[in-house]
């Protein structure tokens, strides 16, 4: 191992899963760069404080609620940077919307399917009790559930009302209609959650009041690492001395080891030498991406405190809208979700096409002023999460975060636990943090041990 290199880890992204493992490096006392392609950190959680019409506050644009029960790894970091928690509102109204029929709810589905959701909600939750949350997806025998959702859904045999409730199970999830994506994360997903479907349903409640960019901030401030903003990286290569990361500004950066904290579907964008193992290779090219718009609106005439959900595949992309603010006179401020799909209706960000969407949940509102990011066709997000197609996670969950040589990997859309989540993205590079500090105090005493034995050998005997 080359003594002359610039640094003991390289991390490229600085999403949470990146900025975990730079700053749990740093706490070991080694050398970071972390090379990211935005002008800011947070990748896929990113908030700021900005005015929405008649609201001004801290606005997320992607990544925002937690669990705080469950999600150990996040809590700790709540907890080390003293941050605070809130919830949003507790919703009065329940409406759902399914096949074009409004319903007030609260009962999700109509009586006369009361037995047929009973007994879907049965199989799901004996499909989920099947799962273990921490046990990778292809070492737990469950493939047979690793089918399309729309199939999962034709075995359970419901009603159509019941159907279009139980696929807000997918829509919640991957933002991909049910023909598209496969039955296991979503599914497995409610393992994460205690196996309770309602806790599946109740996890937008607990957000951080500072915003998710000041937690991360405040985990990059407490580090030594060296932090390049705006430096895209284009290839990484390694052989036998190190890893060498180059930007596609052309500079060249050298390490013992290196973290790729990207999002799996930019892995792409990566040039790797030696190339990424076929499982990685083959898994970011198949591009199982996510398509949320997720908006902040400003909206009057709604009934609050609300949480609607929708049967995306009959109201045109449509998910669900809740009530985040109660602006008194002046109405509410509503997070709605809906598919922004490339390839079928999708409501666009314009105002008329959001407006649309709006009044699809709640006709008759008035739509104020919103605020939207398209995150699929984000260049350096690729996906607003992780939505895996069908036969790919029960094949090679586990390899899709296995170290390659003098590389680790960490994200998200790879995570063992919490897939997709921002607890996800913080244990995968709290992981490869371990993983990379091991191989590094390995090598560092393989060099010792040979130093020694070379000294020895060369020692005059008395
Ligand atoms: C709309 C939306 C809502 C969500 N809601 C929730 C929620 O409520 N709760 C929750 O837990 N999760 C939620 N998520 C998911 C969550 O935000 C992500 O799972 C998590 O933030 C991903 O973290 P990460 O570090 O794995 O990836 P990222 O946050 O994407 O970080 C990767 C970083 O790599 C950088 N990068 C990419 N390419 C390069 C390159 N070539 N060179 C250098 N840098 C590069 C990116 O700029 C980025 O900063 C949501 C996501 C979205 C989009």
């Known amino acids: 191992m080359s003594t002359n290199l610039d640094y003991d880890t390289i991390v490229i992204g600085g999403g949470f899963a990146g900025v975990s493992a730079v700053r749990d490096l740093c706490d070991q006392g080694y050398r970071v760069l972390l090379l990211e392609a935005r002008d800011r950190l947070g990748g896929r959680t990113w908030s700021e404080t900005k005015k929405i019409g008649d609201f001004e506050g801290v606005v997320e644009h992607g990544g925002q609620w937690l669990w705080p029960d469950r999600q150990v790894n996040m809590m700790a970091e709540v907890q080390r940077y003293g941050m605070t928690l809130q919830q949003s509102p507790f919703p009065d109204h329940y409406p759902t919307l399914s096949h074009g029929e409004h319903n007030p709810g609260p009962l999700p589905v109509p009586l006369e399917e009361i037995y047929d959701f009973e007994r879907a909600y049965f199989q799901i939750m004996t499909d989920a009790a099947r799962m273990t949350r921490g046990v990778p997806l292809d070492k737990q025998n469950v493939a047979d559930l690793d089918i399309p959702f729309s199939e999962y859904l034709d075995k359970l045999d419901v009603g159509p009302k019941t159907r279009a409730y139980l696929s807000f199970l997918c829509y919640n999830d991957t933002c991909r209609y049910p023909d598209e994506v496969s039955a296991l ?161 999708s409501f666009g960000t314009d105002f008329a096409g959001v407006e649309q969407f709006i009044h699809t949940l709640y006709p008759g509102a008035e739509l104020v002023a919103y605020d939207a990011h398209r995150w699929a066709t984000d260049e350096f997000a690729g996906s607003g999460w992780v939505a895996y197609k069908p036969g790919r996670i029960s094949k090679s969950h586990s390899r899709l975060s296995t170290p390659e040589g003098k590389l680790f990997f960490a994200t998200s859309d790879i995570a063992i636990a919490f897939l997709g989540w921002i607890e996800g993205a913080v244990d995968m590079g709290k992981k490869a943090a371990v993983d990379a500090a091991r191989q590094m105090t390995r090598e560092a005493i393989e060099v010792s041990v040979r130093a020694h034995a070379s000294s020895a050998a060369t020692a005059v005997p008395r």
């Not at 792409?268 to 398509?291: C, G, M, Q, W």
Request: one cysteine or more; charged letters at 20%; a negative charge.
């Open 185 to 345: 994360p979503p599914v497995s997903f409610i393992a994460n959650m205690d196996h309770s479907l309602i806790k599946t349903w109740g996890i937008f409640e607990d957000y951080l009041t500072e915003g998710t960019g000041a937690l991360i901030n405040a985990m990059a401030d407490d580090t030594d690492a060296d932090i390049r903003y705006e430096t895209p990286v284009a290839s990484v290569s390694q052989d036998a001395d190190g890893v060498t990361v180059t930007t596609r500004g052309g500079d060249s950066f050298t390490a013992k080891t290196a973290v790729v904290a990207t999002p799996l579907a930019c892995w792409n964008d990566i040039e790797f030498t030696p190339p990424l193992s076929a499982d990685k290779a083959e898994t970011t090219r198949e591009r199982h991406v996510a398509y949320p718009i997720k908006i902040w609106a400003q909206v009057k005439n709604a009934p609050k405190p609300v949480a609607s959900m929708a049967d995306a595949l009959t109201s045109n992309g449509a998910i669900t809208a809740f009530t985040q603010h109660d602006l008194g006179d002046d109405g509410q401020v509503l997070i709605g979700f809906f598919i922004d799909h490339p390839d079928r209706p």
